[in-house]
Structure formats: C-alpha cells, structure tokens
C-alpha cells in the first residue's frame, strides 16, 4: 500500500472505500498484478466496522472485542498488499471519461479536487445507519449508536451521565456491551423490536448455524446481566428545550418517562448506495432489509459496464461477507481487466464462495428478527424528516395530497434530500412515507435521483481542478 498526498492520474482499478470489502479487493487485485489505487474518507483504513483499528487508544482484548480487532490484521495486510491508497480523500463523482476508455472519478483532498481516471471501478462504500426519525431526535444529546461507537473506537472516548440505548439490532446489542467494559454502562435499553414475528423462527435454524449465533446470545447475557432492559418500548420522543433532557415512552400498557443526558438511537442499517445511484446503476427495493439495493450478478457486477458493487453497499451481511464480496469482484475485475482468464477466475472463486455462504447463514433470521416497526420508520406529525432543510412528515403528506408523487418531486415543494447529505439521512423515510401516504409500493415510488457532486464540494476545490485542453478552448476561442 502506497500512500500519497497526490495520487496518480491514472490506474486500472479504482476502488472507492477502504473498509473489509475494499481493502479485500485491493489485497486481491494486487496480488494479481493489477493497478489498483483505494481513496477513502478516512484518515485510516477499516470503514466502519474496523475504523481506526491501527490507531485506536484502546488496546486489544479489552472493550470492543475480537471480532473488531481482527480488522487489524487485515488492515496490515492492506498495507503491505502494494496496492495504491489515498485516505483522507473525498469521492464526489464517477462517471464514463468522454473518450469512453473507462471513467473519471472526482477526488477532493486537503481543499484540492481533480479527476482520476480508471478502466474499472469497484464502489465499496458499506453502510450507513437507518434513519430513526422521532420526535426531538434533532436535539442536542441525540446520536446514533454507530456515532457513539466511532467515539469509542476512535478517541476512546464514552457518553457522559445518565445514557439511553434505544432501538433495535444486533449493534445496540454490542455498543451496551462495550460500555460496559469501558466503565460507562448505560442507564437502560429501549428495546423497540416488534414482538409475535413468528416468520423470523423459521430461520431460527440457519442463524443457530451461523458464526453469529453464540457471539449474539453472549453478548445478550452480557448486557442483560447489568442493564435494565425495557422491551416492548413503543411512542419514543426525546424532551428537551435547547438540548436533551428526558426520554418518553409507551411500555407495558403504560406512559413512561426516564431523565437522561445522552439518547443513543439505533435501528439497523442500510446499504450506502449514493455513489452508486450517482453512477447510474439500477436498484431496486429489498423488502427484507428494507433498503434500495443495487442490480448486481454473482461477481458484484452492476448494471453499467465495468462498476462493481461490494460489501454491505450491495446488500447488508456484515464483515465476513463484505470481505469475500470485495474478494469476488476484485477477481472479476482481474478477469475484465486481462489479468487472468475466466476459467482461472472461477477456480480462485471456489473458497470465497463457500466462504461467503457461511457468512450469509442465517442472514434471514437477522433481517426479520431485528425489522424496525413500520411506526419507528416512517413519522407523523411535526416529526423532522430532512434534517438540511428541517422538513416535517406532516410537510411532505401534504405535498403528496397536492401533487407530489416521489421523491424528486418532492425536491420542488420542499427542497428535501437538496442539503448537503444529498438524501443519505432522510431517503428512506421518504421513500417510505409517500408509499405509505399513496398507497404504493416502495419500488414504485423510487429513490432520490442523485447528481455528481455526491458529497460536499467547494467552489474553491472545483476552481483548483487542472484546466484540460478542452477546458482551455471552451473559454479562450481560437
């Protein structure tokens, strides 16, 4: 792994996203001979799951656990893979170069931006956490679970005072666990899943298969051992005049209320798939995990020529899976690219697959067992939906009755999804909301159509981009 402020101009392989897919892909592209180059947000390697796993305060064997720490070997394997690497660099296009040899992807770093051009993309941007919008989820004291997990992992750093875990999943789970071991343990657990899904039991054997299974049960005792569970909790808000006071709920057929300085809100995740509905790649909606998921085949392949999809941005499966997807379609791209044949590629497949079935097991059982009831994903009311432009659900019912069909309609009523999230914080529950309100479909209502720039940019950073010749003529005529 190569580490530049600059970067080349140019290389065969571009993968967006340094977490286990990524990083997968490009140990795997390189060990091929192929030029790979990884641009990433942050400053290390690891995505989410293993952000900071390098260069983390905390030590191995306490706190976040195994699982986490194990991102740390392949983190140095990344590093020692020859691979080309620019973290600390933002991804804001990719598109066909004009000559059609490849795309151009628009990198921003330090303030600077320009193109990268690449015959081959894979697009490993995970996930993002599952919008929870509930009444006065917008003050200051509210965050996500995965927000205070980055803390954790990054700063060593816990929520101060009285704290609240409150959703539904697998992390609330293993984010209560961790504070407890760091000396913080949380005040009380929220539990919000829905009880009486008998559906997600017939998937109860495969789960009791899966790695999951024992390191799920494990972490429950855990927790349950020392924190207050409260389950059934249905009706959240969060009080509070200019910041977070007390949590309100409905539990056991009955109001309660709890004074607290920290809300940790959870349910679930979602493929982060804006670059990748920036690229133009068809998606389509998962009924099972409630997201938009790309159109891809059995090697990550998308529905536009030469960009893959890997990792959890193709479908949530957690680490293991993310990393033999992102192995998958670094062999693909091998095999595009003219590193090996097709017949070589589907030897080297054998073990990733198999691997990444075991990973998969007991996928369904997650997905049923820990679905966010529809009243915690889609809100009423005065509730913020687009935090940029501060929309409420009653605002975009109303649009809907006077004429707006889908979310980029609703772009010219209200401006949401216009702020600088682009739509990654409220598209979900606008998608659904409108269904909900028309009576449609999610897949017929659709997604938020999205435009390069994807991430913030500025005019100082475009005015920074290297004039091309064509650039030159356009201005200066003759």
């Keep these: 792994m190569s580490d530049t402020s600059a970067g080349p101009a140019s290389c065969a392989l571009a993968i967006v996203g340094a977490g286990p897919a990524g990083m997968t892909a490009a140990i795997t592209a390189a060990a091929l001979g192929i030029d790979a180059l990884v641009v990433d947000e942050q400053p290390a390697p690891g995505g989410q799951i293993y952000r900071a796993t390098t ?17 740390r070997a392949l983190a140095d394997a990344f590093a020692a893979s020859g691979a080309g690497y620019l973290p600390g660099t933002t991804v804001w296009s990719v598109a066909a170069a004009d000559d059609g040899d490849g795309f151009e992807i628009g990198v921003s770093h330090e303030g600077a931006a320009r193109l990268v051009r690449a015959r081959h993309v894979i697009v490993a941007t995970g996930a993002l956490e599952r ?3 509930v009444p006065g989820w917008t003050l200051p004291g509210v965050l996500t679970a995965g927000a205070a997990q980055i803390a954790l992992k990054s700063s060593g750093l816990v929520p101060e005072g009285r704290v609240a875990l409150a959703g ?13 071991r760091a000396g913080a343990p949380p005040t009380a657990i929220l539990d ?14 495969a789960f009791l298969l899966s790695p999951y299974a024992g390191k799920g049960l494990s ?27 007390a949590v309100a709920f409905a539990a056991g057929g009955r109001e309660r209320r709890m004074e607290v300085d920290a809300l940790l809100l959870h349910q679930g995740v979602a493929p982060n798939i804006n670059l990748a509905l920036a690229t133009r790649c068809r998606h389509r909606w998962d009924d099972a995990q409630l997201a938009f998921v790309p159109e891809i085949d059995a090697w990550g392949a998308s529905s536009v020529a030469g960009i893959a999809i890997a990792g959890d941005g193709a479908g949530i499966g957690g680490a293991e899976a993310a990393a033999e997807r992102g192995r998958l379609a670094a ?11 097709e017949v070589e590629r589907d030897r080297r497949a054998v073990a990733p697959r198999r691997a990444l079935a075991r990973a998969l097991r007991g996928r369904a059982f997650l997905d049923r067992r820990f679905r966010p ?12 939906v687009c935090r940029c432009e501060e929309v409420t659900a009653a605002q975009i019912v109303e649009a809907v009755g006077i004429g707006a069909t889908g979310p980029n309609q609703l772009k010219a009523y209200l401006r949401c999804g216009m702020g600088p999230c682009q739509g990654r914080l409220c598209g979900l529950t606008v998608t659904e909301l409108i269904a909900e309100a028309r009576g449609q479909s999610r897949d017929a209502i659709g997604h938020y159509r999205l435009r390069a720039p994807v991430k913030p940019l500025t005019l100082a950073e475009l005015a920074s981009m290297p004039a091309t010749d064509a650039d030159t003529r356009a201005v200066v005529r003759g």
Aim: no cysteine; charged share 20%; net charge negative.
């Design 331 to 341: 062999l693909d791209a091998a095999a595009r690219l003219g590193a090996i044949g």
């Design 192 to 205: 919000t899943t829905p009880a009486g899904d008998f559906d997600a039991w017939r998937h109860a054997p």
């Design 55 to 71: 260069r983390s305060p905390l030590q191995p064997g306490t706190i976040l656990g195994d699982d986490y720490w194990s991102g």
């Design 131 to 133: 919008p929870f919008p």
């Design 168 to 180: 539904t999943g697998p992390l609330l789970w293993l984010l209560a666990a961790q504070l407890l």
């Design 219 to 245: 972490l429950i005792r855990e927790v349950r051992a020392s924190v207050p569970v409260i389950s059934g909790v249905a009706g959240l808000r969060a009080e509070g005049d200019g910041r977070l006071h």
């Design 373 to 384: 009831a529809l009243a915690d994903r889609v809100p009423s009311g005065d509730t913020i």
